[in-house]
């Protein structure tokens, strides 16, 4: 499965355990408003580090985090190559 | 009637006409009456008088033999867990100016070399009686915390007894613990048993849960305490069907609906009740109603004991309560009211008291904050799961989020249908950030040598 396929997979499920709308993901979504809250990106940060072994987010040091979801679906792309 | 404030643990044996109760663990017996003609410190004894002891002797007879001997005798004595390393023990040995040390004297020499180095052996030798005036004992008991620098609670005979001197009338039932009888939960049994004249039942090293329980049955235990850990354990393994005590006790953790309902199907015919102590705050109430927590109502004075909640933990202020803590910058044990902070955290809801958890063991997620212990109570409410271990997984949004290892019974299929089952009946009773984000199935999971759940850090 790509990064991008595993991290809508996550999304989704995370969405439909938390009982949680979710606008579609498109490229130029931005995060605040996806849907997802604070916890709910937590669990995704830490499944995607099972799922794909790493965790950009403990590695970068201040800007550059990611605030759409193309952004974020690159942001993990990177950090896996 | 021999006043507690006064006597030693011999004058309580003394006083027994009947020689019949023996303590005995699975390799050796002994029997309390012996120690009025015998001695364990044969050659040493008398030059304990007075001493400041390191008690590291291997096994619980030993222990138990120095204990009966050194009451009354040594002007203090700690009572050492067996994993206390070298190091630490030079640390309690300076804590408590030990000018003594009494050790197993069937197993090379003693770990820490001080004034006086008195070997313990079994069997008892032929001994005169004691030459030296009895004096009150000062016991002290290391505290539960295991990590930093040792922290003593001190004791005397008065303060260990308490719950039970008194009380107890003439019957001498006969108990057994899973416990070590050198921390507090098994040190209560073990002084219940030579006070009252009552048999005891004790495991060995390396005992397998099968004979233990077969020799509990062999010899008729008919109390028995453990931790719910401990008795997790025994609900686990199936083994020793035909033991069936007329009364079962769970301390030293929180029990919890699940392993009180276990037992009731485990033990049908017995009483069932969890009692709430600690080496600083004492014994303070027993629960018998099987269902987890306390009723409010024990809030307040209730048999000398009185208790209070303030900022969320139990309060405790009781004759059982430690007298001070040792050692150098040793914080104050009792407030200005005489009451120690347990460090439990309590939750009332409805008319009833919950323990919820640790105050140190709060996991905060993004500034919320839960108490792994309740979360493991809701998990091992599901019938397949026997044990459950909840704790922190950092987390670069939240600072931590909560995640649960699960312990299932055996034979217990399709994991991810019981995961989905923890899952879904976490979210019907929790928080969304108590729920665990994740939850791994293990084999089994660690206890502490105390028989508690090991938390790390």
């Known amino acids: 499965m790509s990064v991008r396929a595993t991290i809508i997979s996550q999304v989704e499920q995370i969405a439909k355990e938390q009982k949680r709308a979710i606008a579609p993901l498109s490229d130029d979504l931005p995060l605040l408003e996806s849907g997802l809250d604070s916890l709910c990106f937590a669990i995704l940060v830490a499944r995607l580090e099972d799922a794909v072994g790493v965790d950009p987010f403990a590695e970068a040091e201040g800007g550059g985090l990611p605030l759409t979801f193309g952004e974020l679906v690159k942001f993990y792309e990177n950090a896996v190559h | 009637m021999l006043s507690i404030e006064t006597a030693s643990l011999i004058d309580f044996i003394r006083r027994r006409d009947a020689p019949g109760a023996d303590i005995a663990n699975a390799d050796r017996v002994i029997r309390p009456a012996d120690f009025l003609t015998h001695t364990s410190l044969a050659g040493f004894r008398d030059d304990l008088a007075g001493r400041s002891v390191i008690l590291a002797t291997g096994d619980h007879l030993k222990t138990a033999a120095a204990l009966i001997e050194l009451d009354g005798l040594a002007r203090r004595f700690v009572l050492c867990p067996p994993e206390l390393d070298e190091e630490r023990l030079r640390l309690v040995a300076d804590i408590v100016e030990a000018d003594a040390i009494v050790y197993d004297g069937d197993s090379g020499p003693p770990p820490l070399s001080l004034g006086i180095s008195a070997p313990c052996r079994l069997p008892l030798e032929p001994s005169p009686p004691r030459r030296a005036e009895r004096i009150a004992s000062e016991w002290a008991l290391l505290t539960s915390g295991t990590?930093?620098?040792?922290?003593?609670?001190?004791?005397?005979?008065?303060?260990?007894?308490?719950?039970?001197?008194?009380?107890?009338?003439?019957?001498?039932?006969?108990?057994?613990?899973?416990?070590?009888?050198?921390?507090?939960?098994?040190?209560?049994?073990?002084?219940?048993?030579?006070?009252?004249?009552?048999?005891?039942?004790?495991?060995?090293?390396?005992?397998?849960?099968?004979?233990?329980?077969?020799?509990?049955?062999?010899?008729?235990?008919?109390?028995?305490?453990?931790?719910?850990?401990?008795?997790?354990?025994?609900?686990?393994?199936?083994?020793?069907r035909n033991f069936q005590p007329p009364y079962v006790r769970l301390s030293g953790e929180i029990s919890d609906a699940?392993?009180?309902?276990?037992?009731?199907?485990?033990?049908?015919?017995?009483?069932?009740?969890?009692?709430?102590?600690?080496?600083?705050?004492?014994?303070?109430?027993?629960?018998?109603?099987?269902?987890?927590?306390?009723?409010?109502?024990?809030?307040?004075?209730?048999?000398?004991?009185?208790?209070?909640?303030?900022?969320?933990?139990?309060?405790?202020?009781?004759?059982?309560?430690?007298?001070?803590?040792?050692?150098?910058?040793?914080?104050?044990?009792?407030?200005?009211?005489?009451?120690?902070?347990?460090?439990?955290?309590?939750?009332?809801?409805?008319?009833?008291?919950?323990?919820?958890?640790?105050?140190?063991?709060?996991?905060?997620?993004?500034?919320?904050?839960?108490?792994?212990?309740?979360?493991?109570?809701?998990?091992?409410?599901?019938?397949?799961?026997?044990?459950?271990?909840?704790?922190?997984?950092?987390?670069?949004?939240?600072?931590?989020?909560?995640?649960?290892?699960?312990?299932?019974?055996?034979?217990?299929?399709?994991?991810?249908?019981?995961?989905?089952?923890?899952?879904?009946?976490?979210?019907?009773?929790?928080?969304?950030y108590k729920v665990p984000a994740m939850i791994r199935f293990v084999p089994k999971l660690a206890t502490t040598v105390g028989g508690k759940l090991a938390r790390s850090g």
């Open chain 2, 147 to 240: 990590t930093g620098a040792p922290k003593l609670a001190l004791h005397n005979l008065a303060t260990l007894t308490s719950a039970f001197v008194g009380t107890t009338g003439d019957e001498a039932p006969n108990w057994a613990t899973f416990y070590d009888i050198r921390r507090y939960g098994g040190l209560q049994i073990f002084l219940r048993a030579v006070v009252g004249g009552s048999a005891l039942t004790l495991t060995s090293p390396h005992e397998a849960l099968d004979d233990f329980l077969a020799r509990l049955a062999g010899r008729s235990v008919e109390r028995i305490s453990g931790t719910p850990s401990h008795w997790r354990r025994v609900l686990m393994s199936g083994a020793g």
């Open chain 2, 258 to 432: 699940a392993v009180l309902t276990g037992l009731r199907k485990r033990f049908p015919d017995s009483r069932i009740g969890h009692a709430y102590a600690s080496t600083e705050a004492g014994v303070a109430f027993e629960v018998t109603d099987e269902r987890p927590g306390f009723p409010e109502s024990y809030l307040g004075e209730r048999n000398g004991v009185v208790m209070k909640l303030e900022d969320g933990s139990l309060r405790i202020k009781s004759p059982g309560s430690a007298l001070t803590y040792i050692g150098r910058n040793a914080p104050p044990l009792r407030d200005e009211q005489g009451f120690v902070d347990t460090g439990d955290m309590v939750e009332i809801r409805g008319d009833r008291c919950h323990f919820v958890g640790r105050r140190g063991g709060v996991i905060n997620v993004g500034g919320a904050k839960v108490h792994p212990e309740e979360v493991e109570a809701v998990i091992n409410l599901h019938e397949r799961v026997t044990m459950s271990l909840v704790r922190a997984r950092a987390n670069p949004i939240t600072g931590a989020l909560v995640i649960a290892d699960v312990v299932l019974d055996r034979g217990a299929a399709k994991e991810d249908a019981i995961r989905e089952d923890i899952l879904a009946s976490c979210r019907a009773r929790l928080a969304p």
